[in-house]
């Protein structure tokens, strides 16, 4: 069984920074794709950024130059850096990991329980 804890949320006034952390516990040999999304009051859940176990990133237009995404893989650990936050960040963010490698064959889709981020004006 895998699990995502997220970790780093809070309220923050705009301009501020704020750091997300999510770690992935279980028996993983290693996963492919790890990432953010949010999900604001009234709104579907949409993409911040995600990263490959090789590095490669991709980013929501509204954070590029804002948000860096990275990740250790050692501790299946996925990190998200907030700058310059703005009001319109404040959201539910959550952890994704997708096709992790354990000891019954791939695992897809996996998500965090969810952390608030509130960016006050």
């Known amino acids: 069984q895998v699990h995502l804890v997220e970790s780093g949320g809070g309220l923050v006034q705009a301009g501020g920074s704020l750091r997300l952390s999510c770690a992935a516990s279980?028996?993983?040999?290693?996963?492919?794709?790890m990432g953010w999304y949010r999900q604001a009051p009234g709104k579907q859940r949409g993409l911040v950024a995600t990263?490959?176990?090789?590095?490669?990133?991709n980013y929501a237009d509204s954070v590029k130059g804002r948000f860096t995404i990275s990740r250790d893989n050692a501790k299946n650990t996925v990190y998200l850096q907030m700058n310059s936050l703005k009001p319109e960040d404040t959201a539910v963010y959550y952890c994704?990991?997708?096709?992790?490698?354990?000891?019954?064959?791939?695992?897809?889709?996996?998500w965090g329980q969810g952390t608030q981020v509130t960016v006050s004006s």
């Open positions: 994704a990991a997708d096709r992790i490698a354990t000891m019954t064959g791939y695992e897809h889709d996996y």
């Open positions: 990263i490959t176990n090789g590095g490669s990133t």
């Open positions: 279980g028996i993983i040999f290693s996963i492919k794709t």
